[in-house]
């Protein structure tokens, strides 16, 4: 099932863009990167996710993480 934003894709690209050139600025490694992004979905969660509602909205950001995953390539 499609996944309808309310923000357009130029938007999220121009943004994604921006981070990763920070990322790219400081020679940030995967592992730098995956910490930051982390710490990043925390702050959002905790400063601006109602207590009550943090949990569902990670759990469901997890599994939008897992499912946009590349899928191994079997023989």
């Keep these: 099932m499609a996944i309808t934003s309310k923000y357009s ?3 999220i690209e121009q943004m994604l863009t921006e981070m990763v050139d920070v990322l790219d600025k400081h020679r940030a490694p995967a592992d730098l990167s995956l910490m930051l992004v982390g710490n990043i979905a925390t702050n ?3 400063q601006e996710v109602p207590a009550e509602q943090r ?3 990670a ?3 997890a599994q939008a993480l897992l499912s946009s995953l590349d899928k191994p390539k079997t023989h």
């Design 59 to 61: 759990e469901k950001f």
């Design 44 to 46: 959002v969660l905790n």
């Design 9 to 11: 894709n130029k938007q």
């Design 55 to 57: 949990q569902i909205i």
